[in-house]
């Protein structure tokens, strides 16, 4: 892909596409014509997210093909950058769309490197002593989780209403990744900068369809 790529043309199809996977979402989780669940079944949660986390890794890299040519100064974030609309300021907290996160999510190098602690073998419990008694308390151990258990909904709700509002206004997370990467570079420790990460996005599988 040189300079004379047609990157809009790339932003307009592959956000219909997008458009297309969350709409399968929405259905698969319940959320149609207004309605938001509270609990969501542990097996309908897992093949959620089993979409959900390639999905938004494609659309932060819509945002990034968006935002090819956009120049920004690091002194218009927040004054200029951050304001809400009226609109948007009268919708109660609980109803606006959290903000869509448009960096990837880092790879901890410590934590895959740690080594793994081998857990301790439980014993038939804990010995408890009393005046004159002295007995063994059986342990119990929980009950294993089961694909029809319900969860809470609220992340999953919270993180597809993001993902719609991004999708709806592409142009504005454009601009708001070319000020996040401007203040950043502006700090005496600019820290991460590039939005995608040096690995495979998230969600990637190697034999994946």
């Given amino acids: 892909m040189g300079p004379d790529w047609n990157w809009q043309l790339s932003v307009t199809v592959y956000r219909g596409k997008l458009r297309?996977?969350?709409?399968?979402?929405?259905?698969?989780?319940?959320?149609?014509?207004?309605?938001?669940?509270?609990?969501?079944?542990?097996?309908?949660?897992?093949?959620?997210?089993?979409?959900?986390?390639?999905?938004?890794?494609?659309?932060?890299?819509?945002?990034?093909?968006?935002a090819l040519g956009i120049v920004v100064t690091a002194s218009k974030g927040r004054k200029q950058g951050g304001k809400r609309s009226a609109a948007e300021k009268s919708r109660p907290a609980t109803e606006r769309a959290a903000p869509f996160a448009l960096f990837d999510p880092r790879i901890r190098l410590g934590a895959l490197m740690r080594p793994r602690r081998?857990?301790?073998?439980?014993?038939?419990?804990?010995?408890?002593?009393?005046?004159?008694?002295?007995?063994?308390?059986?342990y119990v151990p929980p009950p294993p989780p089961?694909?029809?258990?319900?969860?809470?909904?609220?992340?999953?709700?919270?993180?597809?209403?993001?993902?719609?509002?991004?999708l709806d206004d592409i142009p504005a997370q454009a601009e708001r990744l070319a000020r996040l990467i401007?203040?950043?570079?502006?700090?005496?420790?600019?820290?991460?900068?590039?939005p995608m990460r040096y690995a495979r996005p998230p969600g990637h599988r190697a034999r994946g369809k």
């Fill in 118 to 138: 081998r857990k301790g073998r439980r014993g038939p419990g804990p010995r408890i002593t009393e005046i004159g008694v002295d007995r063994y308390v059986a």
């Fill in 20 to 66: 297309e996977v969350l709409a399968g979402l929405l259905v698969m989780l319940g959320m149609v014509e207004g309605f938001v669940p509270e609990t969501v079944l542990r097996r309908v949660r897992l093949e959620v997210l089993e979409i959900l986390r390639p999905a938004e890794s494609a659309l932060r890299r819509v945002i990034v093909m968006a």
């Fill in 182 to 194: 401007a203040r950043r570079k502006a700090r005496a420790k600019p820290g991460i900068v590039r």
């Fill in 146 to 166: 089961l694909p029809d258990d319900e969860l809470d909904a609220a992340s999953l709700v919270r993180r597809l209403k993001a993902m719609q509002a991004a």
